[in-house]
């Protein structure tokens, strides 16, 4: 246990995680936004995967599943930075340039594309869907074959080593 | 409208300039196919310089004789029409050609004229003219359009002469001239045979054989059946004897349909081949064209481009779109008006893709049946090709090559001139006349015999054009270039070369010798980069860059060297390199009297004297010590390896070790009083020499070649009777000549040295030692060896007894000796233990005499390893060395410690930036504009020196990096102007005293490590006003400056395991923001691009630019992060300005920051390689944050030392590899 108690916190850290395992992730019973992955407490991950479906609801949100062959997993995009009352403590102007970036990150997510993903994780209805903070759409299909190889590496050796 | 002034020939060559004239100055009308200067494809392209011809400024013409070539004037190429006037012929060329205006006066109108040195006037290129009486002498056969030339006659008569033999008459298309041609013959005159050579070539006419041509038809009947006629017979014309002179007609008129009449029927024996058949000119041949000139036929292997460049003597000729000319045989030059910028038009040229495997062009390969003209002149005043007389053996053996191969033998002489320039002499290398060359050797070992052709001359070849057409190109795909030399030590073979470090070079050592390297290390250092080639290095234009001496070397991440000890090496000299006369060298090595010095500092003149001085200099002290070598009477051994030229394991010396003993006791002494003291009395020794200590010296020769020999050390009194020299310095500096380049850059500071005497040598007669400066010349027979100690028993002397590499893998960390101290010599001199010390002492002294008081380094305590001295005595020498003014009372120092990193940094360093106004401007140091800036971080006694230097990179010795233990000499002493600092110069040195290497597959060598991560968030930004400006805003980006300063930055990296803060600044840190990335999604997401329209698309538009034009405003900008810093998208900031300004929401400038952050934080993989962050460097940053009103993140710190970007493919096959 001492060597494990070394080990440093995962709860930051954006896990790169293939679809399977994100979706065996559970919830901690009194903490919601932290889950536990094999012991670990995590919040944050990394998804690549299809984009299969997509439901937008202009203003508001972009909800969209990603697909990396092992699982799907839900994402949703906010679009509303500058309506919602729960984006008041932050800074208008860079809500404006992340409103801005998101409807670009909206408008990106087309079925069939390819995107990485980063965001928190959350449950939502019963259901585990990832809270997208930044997208990026993938046009190398090596990438797909890296983050996959991440994905089983960084397992092997950190998240259940 | 200004009188057109009428100038002469002499005029011109009076005016002495080349230069270009018309009838109607104003803008230069060329001609109707001006030309374009050639572009410069790549900014090393020298001929981007050349300027226009100067146009005279006053309206002129010339009036001449335009006249077929004769054998007068001084021309090689023997081919050239001839314009002359009353006062002098010069070589011209016509543009426009009228057969009608042979012999003829004409009126010149534009012209260039061309000064060489080479031709015994000038070159004249006429653009436009006229025939100055066009009713006068024209020779018609018809009343229409019929002109008719009597080929042998230049008279024009209008019936030709009448001949009792056979004549006949050919109508049909030229389609092919040979070059002019001797062929030796012997010629019956009524009294004697006489021998002499007859001068001709040949024309190849495709004819018709209608019935119009069959029967004789007039010629006029001939020319108006145009449509009758199906021109498919070859027929060779020989222009023989007189006719030869037509040449540049015939040429000109290839592709036109022409008669020729009066011809004879020869049956020719060429070899042994069937009797040929051959029309032949006699005295009534003539040449009947019409007046209408018009082209039937595009000739076959036709192309026309502009003349880009001319290399190796016009050899080779640069032609636009990447072809390339091939005119090994000279003979098919045409006129001099191959000119840089002229349009040439080849025809039956073989054009040849080689197969090279490093380099794609086209190659037009000329034969005997190619033939070259100037369509139209360069305006550009370059030089006029020039023909060399004679023939090489190397010419000779590239014209039995094919073209692709005659290419490569090309490019090899240029890379082997540029490897061995200053090594081997020219002759050596291209051969001569008699003998075979370095090139010819290579290329030849090189060459499969099925290469090689046979030659059948002129006449054969041009007859049976067919083999020559249809000779297929052998493959050259295995043939390779050598690297051109990089001015380091290098191993060279035919695929590259490789730097390598060898400890145990002797000072002598024979450059020329081949060795065969088995015990080696392979040191490598760095990232390896990606698998997408550098996009700099165009393979068309590689041989450019070879012929100008550009070598286009793909720019490589990795450090590669190899060290490996020569003793170790095997020697595999072939009879191409004869061994030095090792005889002469033992002889000269292995007895006498030598001079001690110790070598202080080496000097480098600066960039600007080095056109004027090639000279090197050493500082050299003359220690109180001789040496005297028995010689003869010591032993001599070769290894037994030596035998088969190997060196490794040496045999037993026990006997020589016997042998040495006893010389030593019993010869020594006697020797010395013979050589110095011819008075005989032992007192007088006695009272000149303090010390008579008797040694057996361990000698290197030449090729390994390694002897004993007894000897004496003596130490002279400062009083002492005996005079060795007749004049001697105490100080003095040894000048290297170029040629000794080698000798200096193995000569290392705080060696000792022999020198030997000689009563009349430089250093043993000097006239005037009051003079403050004296030189002594090292020519290459200067006697320089360095001298090393040891108490030790012969046999167990390590430095010639090292253990061998063994081929062993670096299983952890292995310190590689280098220069370390006593253990790498040229002579070891065994001596009594008692000895060693003394002589230690007296460098001390000297040293101390010299210098001045040990180094005091402020806070650190560096006193082990630092010598400081002041540098009053150089302003006295700045007469000899010419810039050490530029040091005016600065000090000093040189330090030895371990290397812990090196990087160029820029004006993005807040410590440089501080730094660099203390330093004032660094061309004043003597560095010139390629210099690049390094700071190099020293570990002397566990504590941290910086050394920064505005340097050459190729100033640091191969194997220069992280890890090594480096004494740096000569380095400027800045403190405590600039605290911690001190500073590379034009006269710092650095020697490497060991290499720490170890086995990394992937880095981690305690202080580096290195991540595929993405940025998380940015939480420190600091940007700054750049004070360097690139004008260009079109150059490449990579190699730009940075237009803004980052001097801080701070990310946090995640690479799913892990997180960070990396502190970075300068590129790393734009690279790490994107900021060199045109399209800025976040910026165009934000508000921003809208306020901004119109620019986005242009490279003005790029986010650097952008920055600028904040920073104008502001100066300085700092962005804190003031939220979270583990979600890209939930970051807040402050933004300050320089002027302490707060940026708000409502600014633009803030949506532009705030968009840089977010847009670092998606999109991109980065690798960064990282160092640990010592505790000293975290409490300075903490100052700074602290400064900020920041906390220190929770996380590990490191400092980005590299970022480069992702290969995806790259690393998931290093993955798939490494760990699954």
Same mark, same amino acid.
């Given at each position: 246990m001492a060597a494990q108690a070394q080990q440093p916190s995962l709860l930051n850290i954006h896990l790169k995680l293939l679809g399977f395992t994100l979706r065996s992730i559970t919830p901690f019973p009194n903490c919601p936004s932290v889950f536990n992955l094999n012991g670990k407490q995590i919040s944050r991950v990394e998804v690549l995967g299809v984009v299969t479906s997509r439901d937008h609801k202009p203003g508001r949100f972009l909800r969209f599943t990603i697909d990396d062959g092992t699982g799907s997993i839900t994402c949703v995009l906010w679009l509303n930075h500058l309506t919602s009352s729960f984006f008041a403590t932050r800074q208008p102007a860079t809500l404006r340039v992340i409103s801005d970036l998101s409807k670009s990150f909206a408008d990106d997510l087309r079925l069939g594309k390819v995107a990485r993903v980063r965001g928190r994780v959350s449950i939502f209805r019963g259901d585990l869907q990832v809270t997208v903070s930044d997208v990026v759409i993938e046009t190398d299909p090596n990438a797909e074959t890296l983050h996959r190889l991440d994905c089983i590496s960084l397992a092997r050796r950190c998240y259940f080593g | 409208m200004q009188d057109v002034k009428i100038l002469t020939v002499s005029d011109l060559l009076h005016y002495g300039h080349s230069h270009t004239g018309s009838s109607s100055p104003g803008p230069p009308i060329i001609s109707d196919q001006t030309p374009q200067p050639p572009p410069g494809p790549s900014t090393s392209n020298p001929n981007r310089d050349i300027e226009p011809l100067p146009q005279l400024d006053y309206p002129a013409i010339l009036v001449g004789t335009l006249r077929l070539p004769t054998l007068t004037l001084k021309c090689t190429l023997w081919k050239c029409l001839e314009f002359s006037d009353d006062s002098v012929a010069v070589c011209c060329d016509i543009v426009g050609f009228d057969p009608r205006a042979i012999g003829k006066k004409i009126n010149v109108l534009t012209w260039n004229f061309i000064i060489s040195d080479h031709l015994s006037s000038g070159f004249l290129e006429i653009v436009k003219w006229d025939l100055s009486d066009s009713s006068h002498g024209l020779s018609l056969c018809s009343s229409l359009i019929i002109d008719s030339f009597p080929i042998v006659s230049n008279l024009i008569e209008c019936v030709p002469k009448t001949s009792n033999a056979k004549s006949y008459r050919i109508h049909g298309i030229i389609e092919a001239v040979s070059p002019v041609s001797l062929v030796p013959c012997s010629v019956e005159e009524s009294s004697s045979n006489k021998s002499m050579n007859l001068r001709g070539f040949q024309v190849r006419i495709m004819t018709c054989e209608c019935k119009l041509c069959r029967y004789e038809e007039s010629v006029r009947v001939l020319f108006e059946a145009t449509d009758s006629h199906s021109f498919t017979a070859p027929v060779f014309v020989y222009f023989c004897g007189p006719a030869w002179c037509w040449h540049p007609v015939l040429t000109k008129l290839i592709g036109n349909v022409v008669t020729i009449s009066g011809l004879k029927k020869k049956l020719i024996l060429m070899e042994k081949q069937e009797p040929f058949l051959m029309l032949v000119t006699a005295d009534n041949t003539i040449l009947h064209l019409p007046r209408l000139l018009k082209k039937r036929k595009i000739v076959c292997g036709s192309y026309q481009g502009t003349v880009k460049n001319v290399y190796m003597q016009g050899m080779v000729v640069e032609l636009d779109e990447e072809v390339w000319l091939l005119l090994t045989n000279q003979s098919l030059l045409p006129s001099h008006g191959l000119r840089i910028g002229a349009v040439i038009s080849i025809r039956n040229a073989h054009f040849v893709v080689p197969q090279f495997s490093w380099a794609k062009f086209i190659v037009l390969g000329a034969c005997d049946n190619t033939s070259i003209i100037v369509k139209s002149f360069s305006p550009l005043k370059t030089r006029c090709l020039i023909v060399s007389q004679s023939q090489s053996q190397l010419e000779n053996f590239i014209e039995v090559l094919g073209f692709s191969t005659r290419l490569w033998v090309l490019l090899l002489v240029s890379c082997f001139q540029k490897t061995f320039s200053g090594i081997l002499s020219r002759k050596e290398l291209l051969g001569s006349r008699h003998n075979e060359g370095l090139v010819q050797m290579f290329a030849r070992s090189h060459l499969h015999t099925s290469v090689f052709r046979a030659r059948h001359g002129v006449l054969m070849e041009f007859i049976k054009h067919e083999s020559c057409c249809t000779a297929t190109e052998p493959y050259p795909g295995n043939l390779k270039l050598i690297s051109p030399s990089s001015g380091r030590l290098q191993l060279v073979d035919m695929t590259d070369s490789i730097d390598v470090v060898i400890p145990d070079l002797p000072s002598f050592w024979d450059h020329n010798s081949i060795f065969e390297v088995i015990d080696y290390f392979l040191i490598v250092e760095g990232m390896h980069e990606s698998d &997408?080639?550098? &996009? %700099? %290095?165009?393979d068309s234009s590689l041989p450019r860059s070879i012929f100008q001496g550009f070598p286009s070397a793909r720019k490589s991440n990795l450090k590669i060297f190899v060290y490996f000890h020569l003793r170790n090496a095997t020697c595999r000299n072939r009879p191409i390199y004869p061994p030095i006369a090792s005889e002469d060298e033992l002889s000269d090595t292995k007895s006498g009297k030598f001079h001690l010095i110790y070598i202080t500092r080496k000097v480098r003149p600066t960039c600007h004297s080095m056109k004027l001085e090639r000279s090197v200099f050493a500082e050299a002290i003359v220690m109180p010590w001789y040496l005297f070598l028995a010689g003869k009477d010591g032993s001599t051994h070769q290894d037994k390896f030596l035998i088969d030229c190997t060196v490794g394991n040496h045999a037993d010396h026990s006997s020589s070790k016997r042998q040495k003993i006893d010389c030593a006791s019993t010869l020594s002494g006697t020797c010395f009083k013979d050589n110095f003291c011819r008075c005989g009395d032992q007192s007088c020794l006695r009272t000149s020499f303090s010390h008579e200590i008797p040694c057996s010296a361990t000698i290197q020769g030449v090729n390994n070649f390694i002897f004993t020999s007894s000897g004496t050390l003596y130490r002279i009194k400062a009083n002492a009777k005996i005079k060795v020299c007749k004049g001697r310095a105490k100080k003095f500096f040894l000048a290297f000549a170029s040629e000794c380049d080698l000798k200096y850059q193995l000569l290392q500071i705080g060696g000792v040295y022999l020198m030997k005497h000689h009563k009349e040598g430089p250093l043993c007669n000097i006239k005037n030692v009051s003079l403050k400066v004296v030189t002594v010349p090292v020519t290459p027979g200067t006697y320089l060896r360095r001298l090393s100690f040891s108490s030790e028993d012969l046999t167990t002397d390590k430095s010639l007894h090292n253990s061998s590499l063994c081929n062993e893998v670096i299983t952890k960390d292995q310190v590689l000796a280098v220069a370390s101290g006593s253990s790498i010599s040229d002579i070891h001199l065994h001596v009594s233990s008692s000895l060693t010390g003394l002589f230690e002492s007296d460098i001390k002294e000297l040293r101390n005499g010299q210098n001045a008081s040990d180094a005091n380094l402020g806070s650190f305590s560096l006193s082990l390893g630092m010598k400081t001295r002041m540098n009053a005595n150089l302003e006295q020498n700045s007469g000899l060395l010419g810039h050490s003014r530029i040091f005016p009372a600065r000090k000093f120092t040189s330090l030895r410690g371990d290397i812990i990193a090196v990087h160029s940094f820029d004006q993005g360093s807040s410590d440089m930036c501080s730094s660099r106004a203390d330093y004032g401007d660094h061309s004043q140091y003597g560095f010139c504009d390629r210099t690049k800036n390094f700071c190099i971080h020293v570990s002397v006694a566990n504590q941290t020196v910086k050394i920064f230097g505005f340097v050459n990179q190729y100033m640091f010795p191969t194997g220069f990096g992280p890890g090594i233990n480096a004494t740096f000499h000569q380095i400027l002493d800045l403190r405590p102007r600039v605290p911690s600092t001190l500073m590379l110069t034009s006269e710092s040195s650095i020697v490497i005293n060991s290499i720490r290497a170890v086995d990394e597959t992937h880095i981690s060598d305690g202080n580096l490590k290195r991540f595929r991560c993405r940025v998380v968030a940015v939480y420190v930004l600091v940007l700054e006003k750049s004070n360097r400006k690139c004008d260009d805003l079109n150059s490449n980006m990579q190699s730009r400056p940075l237009s803004v300063d980052i001097p801080l930055a701070c990310f946090i990296l995640d690479d799913g395991s892990c997180s960070w803060c990396c502190w970075a600044n300068a590129e790393r840190a734009a690279t790490l923001l994107r900021l060199e990335e045109y399209q800025l999604s976040g910026c165009e997401a934000s508000g921003y691009k809208r306020r901004r329209v119109g620019v986005q698309n242009t490279a003005r538009a790029s986010t650097m630019h952008r920055l600028e034009r904040i920073l104008e405003k502001h100066d300085r900008i700092t962005v804190k992060s003031c939220r979270s810093v583990f979600d890209p998208f939930d970051q807040d900031f402050s933004v300050t300005a320089g002027s302490g300004r707060a940026l708000i929401g409502l600014d633009d400038d803030f949506d532009l920051v705030a968009s840089v952050i977010f847009n670092a934080c998606i999109n991109r993989f980065w690798t960064v390689v990282t160092e640990v962050m010592d505790s000293n460097a975290v409490n300075l940053l903490k100052e700074h944050l602290v400064d900020m009103q920041m906390p220190m993140p929770c996380m590990e710190n490191l400092w980005a030392r590299e970022v480069l970007s992702v290969n995806h493919v790259t690393e998931a096959r290093e993955m798939m590899q490494n760990n699954l």
């Open positions: - | &997408l080639p550098e &996009l %700099s %290095s165009d």
